[in-house]
């Protein structure tokens, strides 16, 4: 690591610096003295006035010595690619293409290098990164990772004064955007005849030097004395100072970036600008405008290049400007140097075969099979840092660079799936067969992102099994679906015995005993010592919640996701608000693609260095980023992709974790259960023991459901419903929707006619989350609610015509989306006969040709009902109860009124009882930083 320069050290160079000006100066004099016929015509006579010119007929043009003294650029050279010799820069300044080195000599002397791919100055480097040794073409040959490797490096470099000063001109021009904005009307009015723009897709608009001679247009010679002014550096711009001139005034307007000061009564512009200005200047009689002080190597760059002869007859010097960029990938097989302007660029990208330039982005792309031919060919040139692409890309394309596939989509052959279960391989929609093969394209490791609702489910399960030779499998997922995916594995794989699905229930269960593991995120961090041997396949769902790397629950999966053979990673959102958060995903993935999260960071996350460190909350390169999934990570689908093959409605059944049923819940339950099945009971007597039952339900039920509307949330849904029927559950829903801020409607019995229209609008208009909690009862009909596309039922009604008009509330005019119906089904519970006795009226209601609804088809677990002596006494009850005349109303009435906290059971439903276990009670406490992870900082 150097030490930065001291002030002394300083002058002392640029001292010497000066001298060597002085000496290369006299020497060129003296020549141009001796020949004078030459001088007479002027070197400007052999030289092609404007080098775009010339490249339009093929021909590239490039200028023999960038370190030449004039342009004050004091950087060693390569003698190979600039040959030092007068001769050769007063006839050869300018080389056809044959003649341009295609590759830096790899043997340069120490003393003499050059910088293409150096960041100046590196001295600016931020720390942190370790250094790389940059010097000469070789080494950038060797690809530093990306650029940010070279800013972070902590390098002084004792020659690079001046540079440093250019790099900064040129950070501003190279600015978002990349190129200056220009002015497209000056630009007509004022373009030359120039033909640099020939041969590329789209019209290369002339540079603003032609326009400006064209402006000025007068001759190459000064009026002295008449009006003087001088240039002054303001930041990262440069102002004027000098008395009114009409012509000059009229320079300035045609500058694009130029800004008017009303208080000072100054123009000022950026620095890309300043080369034209000063040109411009020197054409305009009787103007004199200073230079800025270390900018000289500019002013000699724009007089010399316009074809004007320099005082001392000098041939022209190259611009000093130092333009700094990078390489970026926008389709899967071309790449765009996104770099402010150069000249001896341009020329060089215009003998690329593939060059395309677009006029709105003013960009150039080319194909990845010409990217190592362009990048060999700008390390060679001096002023210009092209950042390579990433190494990941270029491992993840290299197809595409070796020019083995062109193909504009990914090619995935069909996967032969003979291994599984028939009955699921002939479920599988279109795009769901698709995306299995995919998966098995990428080896089994991947991110499938469809969108919420298209049946990650079955095809996670599908393409686990393809691989079922390498079980055990783990299944990791939010504890409120665990017993849901062990239904959907009963569904889809016939062949697997249901006593191999081992569901993880507590920390004390073992996680290694079923063929199928399923465990939450909680217990699987808890459980982490059992993960020896590693699983070779697991699943993910809901990935994004591994999303913050800190959280226990990303600790422990990452280094098993690592180490898996095949990782099938499950998130309709994974990601919210930033790519930061796609970070532990790709590389659950992938885990050589960004070992490190800064490298991600720099090149996705808009990396920026505060005071208190490197803030990765914004985003850069978005469009790389994508493809860059695409291609080896991620496979998503939005509905409205797949419509076609969608049903209308998908209805799921969600099995709610018993777990989270307090003992004494457990126990008021089973009493309620046996009272109704006890002999000699009076039929009053055994109906309020089902609403005692179906009261216990609602309360059973609450932290369940409030856990999975909270796990939606963060899965990203924005706008759903909640039906619900007790009192006591839509409160405790509204209480902890209020807790958490989530905004949200409610509707029952009590709200008015005026306002539940208000409310529903509310909800309509709601252009972030919400959701609206809604009775079973006293909001299924009037009401639209089109702008959501999910309906959870918390709860069970034993009127299935009910439940399909509250479904309805989503499904209508107005709603272009297929929508999602999640029933939560609670075991132990009265669920266990309204579910049945819902699917049976319905199948009833069907064969009559009254429904059109399956139920059955659609949801899992249809052998949900056990029907034991027991079961069936209770589930004839309520059969019976319902069907009762007035059975309905006195449910109704007991259900609105039910209050736990009266009952004597003692059993009470406080915050505990809501969050359940002290895990829970994490869990919920990680919820609590819900505003900060769904909206960006
Ligand atoms: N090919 C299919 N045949 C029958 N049912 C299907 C099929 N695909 C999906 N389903 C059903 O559609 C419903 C939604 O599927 P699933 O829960 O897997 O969606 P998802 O993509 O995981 O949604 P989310 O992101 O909301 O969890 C489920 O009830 C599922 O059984």
Known sequence: MSLPLTEEQRKKIEANRQKALARRAEKLLAEQHQKPAQSKQGPSQNLPRDPSKSGSHGIFFKQQNPSSSFHGDERPQNPHSFPPNTSEQA????????????????????????????????????????????????LGQGHPQASHETQSTPFTNTTHKPLAKAKNFQETAASSSGQPPRDTELETRMARPSTSGQNVSGSVTPRTEGRLQQKAGTPPHRVAGSQQGRCIRNGERFQVKIGYNEALIAVFKSLPSRSYDPATKTWNFSMTDYGPLMKAAQRLPGITLQPLEGAEGHVESASTSSGIIAKTGLPAAPSLAFVKGQCVLISRARFEADISYSEDLIALFKQMDSRKYDVKTRKWSFLLEEYSKLMERVRCLPQVQLDPLPKTLTLAFAAQLQKTSLSPVADVPEADLSRVDSKLVSSLLPFQRAGVNFAIAQRGRLLLADDMGLGKTIQAICIAAYYRKEWPLLVVVPSSVRFTWEQAFRRWLPSLN??????????????????????????????????????????????????????????????????????????????????????????????????????????????????????????????????????????????????????AKQRKMVVVAPGQISARTRAALDAAAKEMTTKDRTKQQQKEALILFFNRTAEAKIPSVIEYILDLLESGREKFLVFAHHKVVLDAITKELERKRVQHIRIDGSTSSADREDLCQQFQLSPGPAVAVLSITAANMGLTFSSADLVVFGELFWNPG?????????????????????????????????????????????????????????TEATDYFYKDSKQQKIYDLFQKSFEEDGSDMELLEAAESFDPGSQDTGDTLDESTLTGSPVKKKRFEFFDNWDSFTSPL
């Open 802 to 858: 009910v439940l399909m008009q509250a479904e309805d509330r989503v499904h209508r005019i107005g709603q272009s989306s297929s929508v999602s119906i999640h029933y939560l089904v609670a075991r132990g519970t009265a669920d266990d006969y309204l579910w049945p006795l819902i699917q049976e009226k319905i199948k009833v209601l069907g064969e009559a040709g009254l429904s059109e609804t399956n139920f059955s088809e659609m």
């Open 498 to 647: 249901p006593v191999d699905i081992n569901v993880v229930v507590t920390g004390k269960d073992r996680l290694t005993d079923g063929l199928v593991n399923i465990v939450s995120f909680d217990l699987l961090s808890k459980l982490e010592k059992q993960l020896k041997p590693p699983f070779k396949v697991v699943i993910i769902d809901e990935s994004h919640f591994l999303k913050n790397i800190k959280t226990a629950r990303c600790r422990a999966a990452v280094p098993l996701l690592k180490v898996a053979k095949r990782v099938i990673l499950l998130s309709g959102t994974p990601a919210m608000s930033r790519p930061a958060e796609l970070y532990t995903q790709i590389l659950a993935v992938k885990p050589t693609f960004f070992p490190q999260f800064h490298a991600f960071g720099l090149r996705y996350c808009g990396a920026k260095r505060q005071p208190w460190g490197w803030d990765y909350s914004g985003s850069s390169n978005l469009g790389e980023l994508k493809l860059l999934l695409e291609e080896a990570v991620m496979l998503r689908r939005l509905k409205g992709d797949v419509l076609s093959q969608l049903p």
């Open 91 to 138: 006839k050869g300044m300018w080389q056809r293409p044959e003649e341009m080195p295609t590759a830096c000599p790899s043997h340069q002397p120490p003393n003499q290098v050059t910088v293409a791919g150096i960041s100046p100055p590196l001295a600016n480097s931020p720390p942190g990164v370790p250094s790389q040794q940059l010097w000469g073409c070789e």
